[in-house]
């Protein structure tokens, strides 16, 4: 439709150069002079034409470069290079100015060779001149006609495109089909983010470019406009990008014609993703907005509402759009009239808000709001009003409240159990209560209007006093002092104070006085008990150290001073770490406590090697507690001697190792001779007595096991053991599982144990074996409890325990065979930090879960 329009518009531009009689300019190349000069006089004639004529074609190629010519007419047969070469050395070069050969050789060959090389007319110049000349002139009047009118076009498609190009709107021409025959970058690359080479050619219908919901809408505005040829303007269509995200677009189109017939539509999409983002935001803002907004038309009819106006109201939406003012029962019968004069001036500009009106809720309770109104315009013409309204109810009982505060602040000042004094800004005395009277026995009408600082303050506090006065202008004060009464006495005082302002204004400042001196005399029977503390500190018969969380020495008992040999002097003031009054291993333990009791960790006593003075090692037991000394964290650390209490667990681990080996000899003795009385005995009554007799000692051989294991608890150092391996070795002692699978899913995770870890499973285990009753799998594995500790479960299939032996289980002496094995579980785990319970489910099989720090 377009290239129809600009190929008509050209061939009328030309018609146009002809008619203000621009000559044609036509450089003519034959080697015949003669016949030059006539073909240049006939051409001119007309009067349409202005010749240059050449002899040659190295002559033409000269004259081509002085000057533009708009048309070459050339002969063929010419010396040194014929018309076919002249012709292919223009086209080569790109030069596709039109060329005719003119010549007097008719051979169909030459012709159709000239055709292939790009000339534009082939034309025989013998015969009559009149006919010859005329052909030729309407030959070169085509050919140049044609020229014009394919630059033109082209101009004008550039022209054209430049501006489809560069337009803000996205444009597409489409045919009946829905085929998109062009379309601009606006469109495809902007704002729907393709290809444009991929998107020409394609039909827009197929390409889910269009939201799907709203695809038959479009379809059936194009068959609209196809069939009507009528425009449509403005409709709403969401478009969907290359990303998947979506943009909302306002599209106009209009009919393609040619011929007067409908041949495609021209589509223009306007992005309004900034505009639906502005109404958005402005419905938000008012949907969102806490005050009531109301949109009313000229005749008093309620057109909008939002959700602050439904909750304010109690109304529901529809029982407020579409109704008048009047007419919902917001309004009081007797107020009806004032807001009808009201309307009335608000459509007239004569109303200037905010307006304080009464309205009646739908549950029947009055409010007060604020209102503020504004005009609707439509072209320049009123349409009506929006108001925004502001429940100001709560306001305006909160400044009752306030006034109400105020006799309440005016009857608590008088009535305060305290002192209490009222200063203006100049801190000059404007009233006092009673207290303050009977405080330092002033009247109001002795010192009101005098400097408070001249009055109760004694005579070495005034610059304390000036500075307290200075901090309450910053904000409330807290100073314990002393102050002067009438009479001159002085008494202990706590003051308050503080800036009282209205309005943001500062309009004095309310001092309170309480009588301390009750606190004072408390603070120095406090400071009595302290001295006594210090002397029953010192009397302590126990080495006694008082340190800070950072291991400094701060105190220290006599005795420490006797026991050690260092003296005060040496040690208090410095970090125990730098001194000499312990081993290096004793000073880790000791700092790694101190540090696990500031953090409030509870710490069991532990056992430490401390130095004398004069290089001896004495082994102490240390109790320690988080105290309070002088305002600050510290630890109270007690060292206990323990020197006899080891000498004689010494003993004790020597007799009980030679008791245990020598009686278990004599058990292996008695055995064997119970083995050879039941080889030689057939009496079933002894038999029996040497079965009883044989059970004995092997239970004996078991409490012997667990007295050895028992004097290893807490002996070895923990270290980092892998608990999977040591189930494996736990499991690896037993010769009887028959059938039972054994599932161990903790290799690999490393727990901090000793050798005893293998004991603990081992007792498990034939716990599980003996007491289970039909076990047939044992599981050990873990769960993650939290950032710092783990859970380790071991489970059995077996019969399980029953609720009331839960924590039976784990008590000395408890069960069906020495009562020891799961006693010694215990001890192990508290040795370890560990705990240990049962959680399994009766009937469901016995389930040990232990908690174990990770780190």
Known sequence: MVSGKVTVECER??????????????????????????????????????????????????????????????????????????????????NHIPFIMFTGRGREEVAIQALNLGADQYLNKSGPPGTV???????????????????????????????????????????????????????????????????????????GRVEPEELPRVLEAMEEVLTTGKSLKNFEVTLIRNDGSKVATEISTGALKREGRVCGITVVVRDISERKKAEALYKNVIRLSPDSVLTVNSKGIITSCNAAAIEMMGFSKGEIVGKHFSKIGVIRI?????????????????????????????????????????????????????????????????????????????NLFRDNPEAAVYVDQNYCVADINPRFTKLFGFRLNEIKGKKLLNLIIPDGKIEEGRMLDEGAKRGQVYFDTIRKRKDGTIVSVSISAAPIKVENKLIGYVGLYKDISAIKKAEEEMRESKRHFQTLFDLMADPVAIVDKRGKILEITRSAEEV???????????????????????????????????????MSPYEVEMLTKDGRKLPYEVNATKIEYKGKAADLVVFRDISERKKMQEKLHVVGRLTRHDVRNKLTSIM??????????????????????????KQIERIFEFARNYERLGVEKLV???????????????????????????????????????????NLVDNSIKHGKGVNQIRLYYEEVDNDHLKLIYEDNGIGISKPEKQKIFEEGYGKHTGYGLYLIRKICEVYGWTISETGEKGKGAEFSIIAPKK
């Open 13 to 94: 531009r030309f018609l146009l150069d002809i008619a203000k009689k621009e000559p044609i300019r036509v450089l003519h190349v034959d080697d015949e002079d003669s016949l030059l000069k006539v073909a240049k006089e006939c051409l001119e004639l007309s009067g349409s034409f202005r010749i240059d004529t050449v002899t040659s074609v190295e002559e033409a190629g000269q004259r081509m470069k002085e000057k533009k010519f708009d048309v070459i007419v050339s002969d063929y047969l010419m010396p040194e290079k014929n018309g076919l070469e002249f012709l292919k050395g223009l086209r080569d070069s790109g």
């Open 133 to 207: 000349y005329g052909e030729l002139a309407n030959a070169i009047q085509s050919v140049v006609r044609i020229r014009r009118t394919e630059e033109a076009l082209k101009k004008s498609e550039e022209q054209l495109r430049s501006i489809f190009d560069a337009a803000v709107d996205g444009i597409a021409y489409v045919d009946p089909s829905g085929k998109i025959l062009a379309a601009n970058k606006r469109l495809v690359e902007g704002l729907l983010g393709y290809n444009l080479e991929n998107t020409v050619g394609q039909n827009f219908a197929e390409l």
């Open 334 to 410: 007797q107020d009806l009239p004032r807001f009808f004069k009201l309307f009335s001036s608000v459509l007239k500009g004569k109303v200037k808000d905010p307006i304080e009106l009464p309205f009646r809720r739908k549950d029947g309770s009055l409010l007060l709001a604020e209102v503020r109104v504004g005009l609707l315009k439509e072209n320049n013409r009123i349409v009506g009003i929006q108001a925004i309204s502001r429940d100001i109810t709560n306001r305006k009982k909160q400044e009752q409240e306030l006034c109400e505060s105020k006799q309440k602040f005016e």
């Open 564 to 602: 050690t040999g260092f003296t005060k002097k040496e040690l208090v003031g410095k970090n125990f770490l730098r001194t000499k009054i312990a081993t290096a291993k004793a000073k880790a333990i000791l700092m790694k406590n101190l540090a696990k009791r500031m953090m409030g960790m509870h």
């Open 672 to 697: 064997g001779n119970v083995y050879l009385a039941r080889k030689k005995t057939t009496n079933n009554k002894a038999l029996e007595h040497l079965t009883e007799i044989n059970s004995a000692c």
């Open 720 to 762: 980092r053991i892998e608990a999977g391996g040591a189930f494996d070795e736990a499991i690896s002692l037993f010769s009887n599982l028959g059938d039972i699978k054994v599932v161990n899913e903790c290799q690999g995770l490393r727990l901090l144990a000793d050798t005893l870890l293998t004991q603990l499973f081992y």
